[in-house]
């Protein structure tokens, strides 16, 4: 099954390489651009007998190794659901 | 307008990153993961007086700066679309 995991700096967390990226937006002249924020995108399959099963899975992955939950949040999206 | 944009590395480009994780999530006893892969999750306001205005600005920030588009895909989603 396919798992679509995105994992975000926390509110309130300073994210460097979003402010990076902001600042090259302004001076390549995207003056429309704000509040940039920088995150990983991982996609992965996941062998499971259901949507919720697969989703139990992918919760335990990102508690154990896929986010580092004190700085940073994150959020699933599971095929089939 | 909030605009999400994700970014992948192309179909069979090396992806070490993925692959790290692929083999951590093993070594940590989830056998049922495969296929990781690892790309960048951008978030970012884009001032535009429409949604479709919004994603062209998107767009041309994703093939200026936001992707590296010999080796990286990239996908939209842009609010209120």
């Known amino acids: 099954m396919l798992v679509e995991v995105f994992v975000t ?4 967390v300073l994210d460097p390489q979003g402010r990076a990226i902001e600042q090259s ?3 390549l002249g995207f003056r429309q ?9 991982i ?3 996941i062998e499971a ?3 919720a099963e697969a989703r139990r899975t992918a919760q335990a992955m990102c508690e154990r ?3 580092n939950t004190v700085i940073e949040d994150y959020r699933l999206r599971v095929e089939g659901e």
């Open 43 to 45: 996609l992965l399959e």
């Open 25 to 27: 937006l302004k001076s």
């Open 9 to 12: 700096p926390k509110r309130g």
């Open 33 to 41: 651009a704000r509040g940039v924020r920088v995150g990983k995108y």
């Open 65 to 67: 190794l896929l986010a």
């Open 49 to 51: 007998g259901s949507a």
